[in-house]
């Protein structure tokens, strides 16, 4: 009986939180928007330095640089700090530390600094020399240094890695400084994360967390990764779908031959390729194989009280991406509590000017995999192999032999990525409904909130290993180009982020 009274409570309370607006900024927010009025200048030139600094895996110097850039902007706000790795070669953690007086709780505040890979070419200006645009990629270059009185906030910095994540990064240290001009506290203990090879797929940071459990012990992690939602609403997501790479090959002949002297005859890969994405899934993205979905953890009802709350914005979203249908007919949000089957990509043969009548000798799918919890990517491998095989392919993992080739009419070369499974917070936890009622002071417009983010992020990995609550605060446009070229960050989202780390950094409570 107490428990469901006290899980009622919680959904009353939460309830609350979703449906009314925020109150009146606070004294906080008065004081964080005075701060960010009088230093705007101050916060984009320190994006612009950062976002100027090369740091992506093909370059190690950059990422090097980066770190020992962010150690010293710590270390000028009195963090200790270290630079955590695993070995040589492999880009630091920047860890920084800061002690209050009297706090109870410890929250450490996660970003990464690496950027995704560039090609130059693809680009209208250059990735590592940021400029500043009146709007989006078509509006005029403007000079943001000559600019009297407070900044456009609709104007956009272009460069890689300006929204994911060092605007993140800008914001948690413009916060910080904004609360230390008002002579404000935290109300916390501080930890800082700070990865320098999220991009790459972060394959050292199990090791450097499991290395330095005690060191990066805390109550709560917040994660400073991905866009809000596309309402343009601050928001803040409890979770994070995981993800599961596939590359699949199927076989023909063993040279292209005539399809008027051999099709019909001939097996065509390209067909067998398109007859495979059929058994997969169908038009509207439903998954076909079976059992996939078995192990997938049902939503709560706060979960649903999250999404039912959520502002309508799919014909926009229809528009500005010129379709006429949406897969499922459902809301975008709703689509992304479910597990999904995307196709990537498709190579066999020629298109075009490059088309011959040949029958080509394979063909490759690209298919990439969103888990939801309680999916594992081991599950999901078995589950799919397991379907293939009841569809007379024959599953091998390494390029089959001619034998092989021989041996069995449908071959199929499987060759998987690691993956890593999906994760979501309890949204009814007293430090979710801390962190909610935290952000809810912070704007003057209620919260969106998110039971799990459609991306992919590793934060399985900090629950592994700490078992503690995973809260992402998203801070981006969420039209910036993130993993693409000319990635951007529209001001008024940083002015944001800024409020938010505030109250994260010093309204936190629980």
């Known amino acids: 009986m107490a428990k469901r009274i006290l899980f009622k409570t919680t959904l009353v309370v939460l309830s609350a939180l979703l449906l009314t607006a925020s109150a009146a900024p606070n004294k906080l ?10 230093h705007e200048a101050e916060v984009v030139g320190r994006l612009e330095d950062l976002t100027r600094l090369p740091s992506v895996a093909a370059q190690p110097k950059g990422l090097a640089a980066t770190a020992d850039r962010l150690t010293g902007l710590l270390k000028e706000r009195g963090f200790a700090t270290q630079l955590l790795t695993s070995g040589e070669g492999v880009p630091a953690v920047v860890y920084g530390e800061l002690k209050t007086p009297g706090a109870k709780r410890t929250v450490v505040f996660y970003a990464h600094y690496d950027g ?6 693809q680009w209208k200006t250059p990735p590592f020399e940021p400029v500043m645009r009146s709007g989006t990629l078509e509006a005029p270059v ?3 240094k000559a600019a009297k009185g407070p900044l456009n906030p609709e104007w956009r910095l272009f460069g890689r890695a300006a929204s994911d994540d060092k605007a993140s990064i800008v914001a948690f240290l413009s916060a910080f400084d904004a609360l230390k001009a008002a002579h404000r506290k935290p109300s916390v203990n501080i930890k800082v994360v700070w990865e320098g090879e999220e991009e790459a797929g ?4 199990e090791a450097i967390l499991r290395a330095n459990k005690t060191l990066l012990a805390a109550d709560l992690w917040l994660i400073g990764d991905g866009p809000v939602h596309q309402s343009r609403r601050p928001s803040l997501y409890f979770g994070a779908r995981g993800s599961l790479g596939l590359e699949a090959t199927v076989y023909g002949p063993v040279r292209p031959l005539h399809d008027g002297h051999y099709g019909n005859w001939v097996p065509n890969p390209a067909a067998m390729a398109a007859d495979l994405i059929a058994q997969l899934r169908d038009g509207d993205g439903h998954i076909l194989i079976p059992g996939f979905g078995d192990a997938v953890a049902p939503l709560t009802p706060a979960e649903h009280a999250a999404l039912d709350a959520l502002p309508n914005v799919e014909d926009g979203l229809k528009t500005q991406f010129g379709i006429g249908r949406t897969e499922g007919g459902e809301r975008l949000a709703d689509s992304l509590m479910r597990p999904a089957l995307n196709i990537r990509g498709i190579r066999a043969g020629g298109v075009g000017a490059e088309a011959n009548n040949a029958i080509p000798t394979e063909a490759a799918v690209s298919i990439d995999f969103r ?3 309680d999916q594992t990517p081991a599950g999901v491998k078995a589950a799919v192999e397991g379907y293939l095989g009841s569809k007379g392919w024959t599953v091998v993992h390494s390029p089959p032999d001619a034998a092989t ?3 069995h ?3 199929i070369y499987l060759d998987w990525d690691a993956g890593y499974p999906g994760l979501r917070t309890s949204m009814s936890d007293l430090v979710s409904l801390a962190v909610i009622a935290a952000g809810g002071r912070a704007f003057d417009r209620p919260l969106v909130l998110l039971p799990m983010m459609g991306g992919s992020v590793p934060i399985y990995l900090f629950k592994d290993v700490f078992n503690v609550p995973i809260i992402g605060l998203p801070i981006v446009n969420h039209d910036n180009s993130q993993h693409a070229p000319n990635e951007n960050l529209r001001l008024q989202n940083l002015w944001d982020g800024i409020d938010l780390y505030a109250h994260m950094i010093g309204d936190l409570t629980w």
């Open 409 to 411: 009419s449908k071959v």
């Open 202 to 205: 972060s394959p050292h940071l």
């Open 142 to 144: 403007v000079d943001w």
């Open 29 to 38: 927010t008065a004081d964080v928007h005075a701060w960010r009025a009088a």
């Open 371 to 373: 888990l939801v919890p």
């Open 405 to 407: 080739r021989m041996a």
């Open 116 to 121: 995704q890979p560039v090609v130059p070419s």
